[in-house]
C-alpha cells in the first residue's frame, strides 16, 4: 500500500463515517479517487480492494439500495459506515484491574502476541478507560514463546488456514509429515500443544511443539471451519497426566549435583531395557535412577549435560537424546557462512514497516489524541514506539484528510507547533476500533495465566476486568478461547514472597544456590532488584556481592533464602518503559555470533540480539550479549540443531569437540549393550 493510497483510504473511511444516507459510486469516484481510474472496471476493482482494506481494520462497509420507481428508474446503491458498529465500547477499569491488565499485557512481551498486546493497551489508553497503573514493585511475569511455530500456529488458527509440519511421533518414534486444520494452541504440563484435526488420520490430534522436526508451512489458499464453542484449555485438561517411569544414566562422578538432587533410590527401568541396566559402570561415572514422565522434556535436559551423561534406558530415551546430540554435531560441523552484518540496529529483529501498519496506527492515534490533550511529541512517538519523524509523517497526512471537496472546517484538525500535541476537529474518529482477535487473545489468555499468581491476581479484581474486556471484545473475545496459556504462578511460592518483601523493603538476602554450570553449592549476599518469569519458572534478578555484578538466580536452583539484616547497598536500575527486558548486558559479558534456523529464530528475540541479518535459505544469523560463555555448549545441544557458534572460533571449536565426545560416550554405551 502507498502512501498515496493510506491517504485514499483514510478519505473513503472519513467520506463514509460521516454520511448519515450514504455515498453513490459516482459520488465517491469523483470526490474521494478524484476520477483517477481509467474505466469505470478499473475504479470497481479498486472500490472493491479498498472496502476488503477497510473491513481488515475494523470497519464494515454497509451497502443501502433504494428501489426505482420503473425501468426507466433504475435503483441507486449507496455506502456508508455505521459509527457505533465498528467502535470498541466504552470500558471503565479501576486503578487495581488496570494494574492486573497491563501485567496480563506485559506477559507477551517476546512473544507473538506482543504487539498485539500493546494495541489493544492503546486502544485502551485511546478510549480513555485505562489509566496508569501502579504495578507491583520488581515482579515482572512471562510467557516463553515456543520459537517460530508457535508465531505461524497462532496466524494460522486465528485466519483458519491448514498447516503442514514434520513430526516425532511419540507411538513410533518416526519423523512423518502431517497436514492439520488448528483449532487452538495451549499450554500443559509445562508444554505447548497443538490441537487440530489430522487430514491424514480423519480425526482430532494433539502435537506437542517440542517434537516438530521442520518449520510450519502455512496453506494460505486453503481455509477451514473449526469446532463451534472450541476450547483449547478444557481440550486440553482432558488430557491425562503421563505415568512416572525411571530413566537408568550414568553420570560423571562428582557431577550434575542438580539431577542427582532428583535421583530415585528405587524402582526400575522400563522392562523393554530392564535387562541391561546391571551391565558394568564405566570408570568414572556413577549409575543413577532418574524419575521422569516425558521422555522428550528429559532428553532435552540430558543432551545438555553432554559428556557428562548417558542414558542406559529405556531405548527410546537413549534414542531421543542422542538424535538431539547428533543434529547438533551434524549443524555445527557444516559450512560457515560469510558473516555480514548490516550497520547497528535494534536489539530485535526489525521488521519492515508498511503502509497498512501507517494506517492502523493513525487509527489509533486520533482516538488517543483525543483523550491526551497536550501531550509531548516526543512521548507521544514514545508511547507508540517510532521516531519522531514517522509520528510528524503520520500527522501531515492527517492533517489533509477530511470530508470530500470539504472545507477547512471539514478536515482533521491537529496542531503540534509547540511541540505539544493537540487535536481540535476529529471527524468522527476520536474512539478505537473493536479489538482484533489476536488483540484479544492477547489480553483474555494473558488474564487467565494470572490465574494463581500470589499477591498479585488475588481478590475480585482478575474476574471483573476479564469480565469487562470479554463484554467489550465481543465475537472476538470467544475466538480467544482458541489460545490458552500457561500458568504463571510459582511452584515454590514462599521463596517468591521472601523476594518480593525484600524487594518492597530493600532489604539484603543471604541464599544458597546450586550454580548447574559450575556444578556446586555457594552461598550469596545479594541486593534483590526485581522478580521475573518465564512460564512457571522464575527468577531473580539481583546484584551479587561475590560476582560483583548483576546475575540472574533461578527460584528453583535456590537451597535457602532469608533476609541478611542488612539493607542493600545497590538500587535496582531496571530498563524503563513497557516491556521491560529480562536481561541486563554487563561490561564483561561474551559477545557471541550464533547461526539460527528458521525453527530457532526465536532465540533472536529471547535473548535480545544486538544485530541479526538474514542468510540465503531462511537461516538467522545473531549477535547475543551472553552473562557467560561456559554453559554455551550445553545450549546448542539443548536445541539440537537449531542453533550453532560461529564466533568466536576457539567457543565453535570447543563446542564441536564437547558435542563430539558426548556423541562418543553414546556410541561407546551402544556397542556395550550390543556385547
Known sequence: ??????????????????????????????????????????????????????????????????????SDDPATTR?????????????????????????????????????????????????????????????????????????????????????????????????????????????????????????????????????????????????????????????????????????????????????RKHAHSGGGADSARADGTDGPVPAGFDRIRVPYRDAETLAEELASYGPKAAVVAPDALHTAVRRRLAAAAAFAAAPVPPIDFPRPGPAKRPRKRTSEDQLKRMLQLVPFLVHNQGLHISEVAERFGITRKELEDDLRILICSGLPEGYPDDLLDIRWDDDHVFIIQDLDLNRPVRFTVDEACALLTGLEALNGLPGLAEGGDLESVTLKLMAAAGEEGLKAAAVAGPDVAPEDSAILETARDAIRSGAQLRLSYLAPQRDAVSERDVDPHRLYSLDSTWYLEAFCHSAQGLRNFRLDRIQSLQPNGRPVSSAADPAGGFPVKLFTPNDDDAVVVLELTRQGAGLADDYYAERTAELPGGNVLAEIRFGSADWLPMFVAQHGGAVRILEPADLAAATRDWLDAALALYEDSTARQLD
Open 1 to 70: 500500500m502507498s502512501a498515496s493510497r493510506t491517504e485514499r483510504l483514510l478519505n473513503l473511511l472519513i467520506a463514509l463515517l460521516n454520511t448519515t444516507y450514504g455515498l453513490r459510486r459516482s459520488e465517491l469516484r469523483q470526490k474521494v479517487y478524484h476520477d483517477t481510474t481509467s474505466s469505470e472496471a478499473a475504479f470497481g476493482r479498486m472500490f472493491e480492494r479498498d472496502k476488503g482494506e477497510l473491513r481488515a481494520f475494523g470497519f464494515e462497509v454497509e451497502t443501502v439500495t433504494d428501489k426505482g420507481w420503473g
Open 79 to 259: 455506502y456508508r459506515i455505521g459509527k457505533e458498529s465498528n467502535r470498541l465500547p466504552d470500558v471503565s477499569l479501576t486503578p487495581a484491574e488496570c494494574t492486573v491488565l497491563i501485567l496480563a499485557a506485559q506477559l507477551w512481551e517476546q512473544a507473538a502476541l506482543g504487539s498485539a498486546a500493546r494495541n489493544a493497551v492503546r486502544k485502551l489508553q485511546a478510549a480513555g478507560g485505562l489509566v496508569d497503573p501502579e504495578l507491583p514493585p520488581g515482579v515482572q511475569p512471562r510467557i516463553r514463546p515456543a520459537g517460530q511455530a508457535f508465531e505461524d500456529l497462532v496466524a494460522a488458527v486465528h485466519s483458519q488456514h491448514p498447516v503442514t509440519f514434520s513430526y516425532l511421533a511419540g507411538s513410533t518414534g518416526q519423523e512423518e509429515e502431517r497436514t492439520v486444520e488448528p483449532w487452538g494452541l495451549g499450554s500443559r504440563f509445562g508444554q505447548w500443544y497443538l490441537v487440530g484435526y489430522d487430514r491424514a488420520r480423519a480425526d482430532k490430534r494433539f502435537f506437542r511443539l517440542s517434537r516438530f522436526t521442520s518449520a510450519v508451512a502455512v496453506l494460505e489458499h486453503e481455509t477451514f471451519t473449526a469446532p463451534s464453542s472450541f476450547n483449547v484449555r478444557e481440550q486440553l485438561a482432558a488430557l491425562p497426566e503421563l505415568p512416572v517411569r525411571y530413566a537408568v544414566v550414568d553420570v560423571a562422578a562428582g557431577a550434575l549435583l542438580g539431577l
